[in-house]
């Protein structure tokens, strides 16, 4: 089972502006990102992501033969039933969250079940234990997850140590502030965080963009 961070963020290691402006791809670093979405059963965003972005998550820049599922990490199911999600295909699309939520948005919780959204329950909540929600998927036969997340769920993975590979790109551009990849209270000690080493480091066709790939070290 292998659980992949993609993201693009500036020198800087922000994924968008104060304002939310998070155009930072190029066309080469989209269907790289599609390709990951191509290999991957499931595709995983935040809540956060959902809400602000309402995206899609399908497999479009590239030829593919099927498309993965489509999920959110919602462990208070506050997100809204008019996604993108909930409108395109929503057999293929997934919602992660907990009893709380449900408890919380039972109307919402029928309408998902109602559209035929696979709902994954994850312990009482309102916060989700990602390392029982990885459990939970691999016994669903999600093996392959690519997760698109903002800085709150990729910090959430990190701490949690669910994380076997990053996909980083780096842009040349630097923002100053904003969004930044991972958003969480953080390590106290060097010592505590998990270590990525890196094992590939390419020159994007652009010329303005590195993407480099790390994996999960344990030395």
């Given amino acids: ?23 930072l791809s190029c066309e080469h670093d989209l269907q790289l ?6 290999w991957s059963d499931l595709v995983l965003v935040g809540a956060n992501t959902a809400i602000a972005d309402d995206p899609g998550l399908f497999v479009k820049r590239i030829k ?3 498309q ?17 999600l909930f409108r395109d295909q929503p057999w293929l699309s997934m919602v992660v969250t907990t009893t709380y939520g449900i408890r919380s948005n039972p109307t919402k ?11 994954v329950i994850v312990g009482n909540g309102p916060s989700i234990d990602m390392k029982e929600a990885r459990m939970r998927l691999e016994e669903m036969g999600i093996r392959r997850v690519l997760i698109e997340g903002g800085g709150k769920l990729n910090w959430s993975l990190i701490k949690e140590d669910v994380v076997d590979r990053l996909e980083i790109t ?20 060097v010592s505590e965080a998990p270590l990525f080493a890196p094992v590939d480091i390419r020159i994007c066709k652009c010329g303005r963009c590195v993407h480099v790939s790390w994996i999960r070290s344990f030395k």
Avoid: Q
């Fill in 1 to 23: 089972m292998t659980w992949i961070i993609f993201t693009t963020a500036s020198l800087d290691g922000r994924i968008a502006t104060t304002e939310g402006d998070s155009k």
């Fill in 33 to 38: 990102l599609h390709k990951f979405r191509c």
């Fill in 64 to 66: 593919c033969s099927r």
């Fill in 68 to 84: 993965p599922y489509r999920g959110v990490v919602d462990g208070k199911l506050r997100i809204p039933t008019n996604l993108r």
């Fill in 109 to 119: 919780y029928r309408f998902l079940i109602n559209r035929g959204v696979k709902v």
């Fill in 170 to 189: 780096y842009v040349g551009r630097v923002l100053g502030a904003g969004v930044p990849i991972i958003d969480g209270e953080g390590f106290k000690r």
